[in-house]
């Protein structure tokens, strides 16, 4: 008997595939990242009703074949649409920036609930309309979170090296390809981050959400840009 699993989906790519098929990889909150087949998604409208759309959150069943890595699509129903998210390019582009991190770097069938919850927290606050909402400032807060709900966190209190406390006061010198802070003596990372700043961003990787101000989106992105970056194409 076939295996179904039955699952919360974010969209992360559409592949065609001959003339009616998809290839779809999804971010499932119980199997993390993987990829099925939607068979006559291309060929008819009604198939899959249009469910298989980036930003939306499915309900998705899809079964799994012996001997193969790409599961079959049985079902996918909208149940969070975000059309809000859609009137907004500059909203758009940071969702899908977001859901490139988790297609590029999340592990293949590995539940990742945290990382799923944060996806779906972006994505509900770049569709909620409110006007005043710094799209990027959104983005790297998820970023530093997804981070180290993938157990790639920027330790940004200690020096990476020999592992001495950052004093809550001072500077970070801090350096993404190692992971976080490089105190002075192990040799100085190259990017400065004040005091206060270094603890927004250490309360955004916790989780917290409106920990960053507007003005701490750049170094933040920084950050995760890069640290996403090393972690790519790592498979
Ligand atoms: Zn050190």
Same mark, same amino acid.
């Given at each position: 008997m076939a295996v179904v699993h039955d699952s919360q989906a974010l969209v992360l790519r559409r592949v065609e595939l001959g003339e009616a098929d998809l290839i779809v990889t999804l971010f499932t909150l119980t199997l993390g990242r993987v990829s099925v087949l939607a068979r006559g998604a291309r060929r008819?409208?009604? #198939?899959?009703?249009?469910?298989?759309? *980036?930003?939306f959150t499915l309900q998705a069943r899809f079964e799994e074949r012996t001997r193969s890595e790409l599961f079959v699509l049985i079902d996918a129903d909208v149940t #969070? *649409? #975000?059309?809000?998210?859609?009137?907004e390019l500059s909203r758009l582009e940071v969702a899908g920036r977001a859901l490139g991190w988790v297609r590029k770097t999340a592990p293949p069938r590995t539940p990742e609930p945290e990382a799923f919850q944060l996806m779906e927290r972006l994505l509900d606050r770049l569709s909620n309309?409110?006007?005043?909402?710094?799209p990027e400032r959104e983005l790297s807060e998820i970023g530093l979170a997804l981070l180290a709900s993938f157990g790639?966190?920027?330790?940004? /209190?200690?020096?990476? #090296?020999?592992?001495k406390a950052c004093p809550e006061t001072s500077i970070g010198m801090g350096d993404p390809m190692s992971g976080g802070l490089v105190c002075r003596s192990c040799g100085s990372g190259r990017m400065r981050i004040p005091a206060a700043r270094r603890l927004r961003l250490v309360r955004a990787a916790q989780? /917290?959400?409106?920990?960053?101000?507007?003005?701490d989106a750049n170094t933040a992105l920084e950050l995760v840009e890069r640290v996403f970056a090393a972690h790519a194409g790592v498979e």
């Open positions: 008819s409208k009604k #198939r899959f009703a249009g469910a298989l759309e *980036p930003f #969070r *649409p #975000r059309l809000g998210l859609l009137s309309g409110d006007a005043t909402l710094s790639w966190g920027v330790d940004l /209190e200690h020096c990476v #090296r020999c592992g989780g /917290e959400q409106n920990a960053l101000l507007a003005e």
